[in-house]
């Protein structure tokens, strides 16, 4: 026996090579826990297609599908204190902003970039929820703010798509500051007669939901978001009650009118591309008619009401 597994085993082992298999080729959908084949969930937007939920998407890949044709440009601003606070919990804060940026390839939890959407100018900022839970600090208000001025400069639409847990704790109070600093970033975009779109996706919540994130002319979700500021159970802790079933859900939201329009993520480039013209061009796909900001009744036209 000692004989089989010292030397005819590896002499076999030797001879077949080991197969180099991914470990992620099967995706478990966690609603109805459907098996999905990798390419077939990244050929459908990471959307399940026996279900329709929608897997959490990085920055990068949301600016892939939602720009036109792919192309885009994408948009540097300053850097800022990586620690100010010094800050150290069970590991040094420095220390988790290098895993975050090893494992997401990105610099910061905030992607901002330029292109065109519908052939409308449009600047798009993409959070990344896989970069420390998609928190808000320094670097995402200077973000944010990096692309409301690069719309006024195109004069182009600003597109925020949030993916947050909410403000950051390893920065403390600078992080709560970026609440009125992206408030005042959305305010420069509106005073230049600029049209401000959000995309609300899973989650929206804390910080974020309690600033930028809210404010925008037209309010769209993808189906089955999370949005809301404290969390369920939080919620129902301090009230005491059980919470209505879709709590906090974008068809929730809709509902009861805190939301314009909840879109499918494979037809959100198409619906954006649509309201942007409406807002631009103050006319829908097919009519000649120009001028103007357009009227609630041509945005639920758009919807589909």
């Known amino acids: 026996m000692s004989w089989l597994n010292e030397f005819v085993r590896p002499k076999i082992r030797k001879l077949v090579g080991k197969k180099d298999v991914p470990d992620n080729l099967w995706h478990k959908c966690p609603s109805c826990e459907q098996m ?16 329709g939920h929608h897997f959490r998407l990085a920055a990068k890949e949301r600016l892939a599908f939602l720009f036109d044709d792919g192309v885009f440009d994408r948009i540097e601003f300053g850097a800022v204190a990586p620690d100010p ?6 590991r040094r804060y420095t220390d988790r902003l290098k895993d975050a940026q090893n494992k997401s390839g990105e610099q910061e939890a905030i992607v901002v970039a330029h292109g065109t959407i519908g052939g409308q100018r449009a600047v798009i900022a993409a959070f990344d929820f896989g970069f420390m839970g998609g928190s808000m600090g320094q670097a ?11 719309a006024i400069s195109l004069d182009a639409a600003l597109v925020a798509i949030p993916a947050s847990g909410g403000a950051r704790m390893q920065e403390g109070m600078l992080s709560l500051i970026q609440m009125p600093r992206t408030v005042l970033a959305v305010e420069q975009v ?3 007669g600029l049209p401000y779109i959000v995309i609300l996706t899973d989650p929206t919540t804390g910080g974020v939901s309690a600033s930028f994130a809210m404010l925008g002319d037209i309010q769209v979700a993808e189906p089955g978001a999370n949005i ?3 969390g369920k159970r939080v919620i129902r802790d301090t009230i005491r009650e059980e919470l209505p079933e879709g709590f906090q859900t974008a068809e929730s939201l809709r509902e009861h009118g805190m939301l314009d329009m909840v879109v499918p993520r494979g037809e959100m480039r198409s619906r954006i591309g649509q ?3 409406l807002l631009r061009e103050g006319r829908g796909p097919g009519q000649q008619t120009s001028g103007g900001l357009s009227t609630p009744a041509s945005i639920d036209a758009a919807d589909g009401n």
Do not use: I, M
Request: with cysteine; aromatic share 8%.
């Open 85 to 90: 606070l010094k800050f150290r919990d069970s």
């Open 36 to 51: 999905l084949f990798h390419r077939e969930l990244t050929d459908n937007l990471h959307v399940c297609h026996a279900c």
């Open 140 to 150: 995402v208000g200077a973000g944010l703010l990096a692309a409301a001025r690069e």
């Open 275 to 277: 309201v942007l013209t």
């Open 228 to 230: 809301g500021f404290a």
């Open 190 to 192: 509106r005073d230049s």
